[in-house]
């Protein structure tokens, strides 16, 4: 079928409409590449470039030479690999019971979860609840409170309820327990899942600054993101406050914020290929049966 | 007759019971597996619901959560009163709306767009790089912000280029809200898009076969296949957005917000962290968050009982 002049037009005006759309998620983040190498001058004088004239290593040796970052690179890494795996840990233990639609006081324990979708305690009381467990300055504070998300949960459930009744129950009649069904029939058969929300669960760790904001008052143990807004957002006045690292106040480098953007950038990218593959899997295990 | 009949229903119910407890002794596992979740569910989401009590009290930290004077609505009326109340509610509700309206249906439209683009790898690329922003944390977004919008910036650059005068975007009332939405689309867009491009892919091929036969053109098949196709999807999605329309997001507006646009940046979620965490106003800011919250059940069941009433299925 010919298509009308019309039709063709329109498809001329999607594609350069979605490929600049496109474009704007990526030149943010060559610009800001291009910068942390840049000479000064460069970035002072130049609008927009995503090559640099001369390559310069200086804003990178700037930021290794304090061990301000460098520690908060280790703290976001500890905390994102821990809070992952406890994450997964309340997860998969959780949705396997949950999944069961004979369990004596499923629906009980459903309803539980599935409120906290609408309704929770909000900012303060999460705060005293911290408090009072002693939790303030302590990395159970940055690891446990996000340690389970309903919604994640819910979706794990979903998909251990598809999965085929019938292997559970062979085994079950072989003389294996629920324990040893669950960790040797369906944790094995769950990989695909396991690997999504751990992915999803370690990104949210990664770029989380609040539980650190709310809860630590030692900034030794700040995680990257929160020493990041110090660094960027403070030093550049954006926020009222006090900065607490001279090293980054000191003159105006350009090129050492840049560098400092990309060194909180570069592991989320790095990730992204296997989070790709994995995401929209996730997402749609979801959407069956929200 | 009415005794035995009672004596059988006893015996009846006993032999459940005892079906019951044969099942709960079976499933022990499940249930010695729940605990560790069960746990973190009522530390860190049904306590915190429980501690939403020091609303209605004048919590002093001295005297605890359980010393503390009961006080009433004494919180709410003071915030109501107080003469921050009135400029929260128009920051929070016209952030929302704003998200809302522009927000809400950039996904879709993405989504339609990258649905009639026909070579895949072209298709593909796209969405490969606008998923990426969905994933960068906001400290790293409010700090590309800042890069790319500061007096200095590249922005301010290329309107000094066309000797204009610079924009202060970060620091001025007028420029905060279009910062705000802008990045929230540049942000979410792209995700957004996934869940309507699956509800495209569902669409049945033969529809458009058939209604390709009956001389239907492009924009039409749109309207009358494509277009009420993913109606449903969109009701749900709007639905639960509803639910969260006074959430605009605290990790977003505290970054972006400073003493120069805080006339309209401050929002309730803002203001909680303010009065309660550096203030120590803890009732009162109990008392904020819980408005806000009960502000949002309102809308989602509301919300819900409207598309329900439209004759769509709603989500409860």
New interface residues.
Partial sequence: MKKSWQSKLFDMFNTVVLGVFASTTVLPFLYVLACSFAPEKEILSKPFFIIPSEVHLRSYKYIFSSPTLPRAFLVSLFITISGALTAMFFTLTMAYPLSKKYLVGRNVLLGLVTFTLVFGGGMIPGFLVIKSLGFINKYWALILPGALSTWNLLVVKNFFQELPQEMEDSARVDGCSALGTFLRIVLPLSMPVIATFTLFYAVGYWNDYRSALLYTTNNKMWPLQLVLRQIILMAAGNIDGATFDEAYTQPPLESVKNAVIVFGTVPILAVYPFLQKHFVKGIMIGAIKG | MAEMSAGIKIKNKRKKQGY?LR??K?????????I???L??I??????????L?AFKDYNAYLG?FGSPWVGFKQFTDFFTSPEFGRLFVNTLTISFYNLIFGFPAPVI?AL??N???KQW?KR??Q??????H??????I???T???F?S?G?IN??IA?MGNEAVPF?TSADTFRPLIIGQTI?KE??FGT??YL?ALAGIDVQLYEAA?IDGA??FKQFWHITLPSIKGTII?LLILRM?HILDNG??QLF?M???LNRSVSEVF?VY??TM??TRGA?SF??AV??F??LI??VL?YSSNRLAKAAGESGIF
């Fill in positions: 019951k099942q709960i079976k499933d022990l596992w499940l249930y010695i597996l729940v560790p979740g069960l973190h569910f530390v860190f989401k049904y306590l915190p619901m429980w501690g939403i020091i959560f993405m767009m990258l009639e683009i026909r072209y690329t796209i490969t790089l606008v998923y990426i922003p994933f960068i944390s906001w400290v790293i409010a700090s590309l800042y890069t790319l500061n200095q590249v650059k290329y280029a970060l540049w867009t792209g996934i869940i699956a390709v053109n492009r749900t639910g605290f990790d970054l917000s400073n003493s979620d909680v962290y309660g965490i803890f800011s109990t968050g819980l806000k919250s949002g059940i989602i």
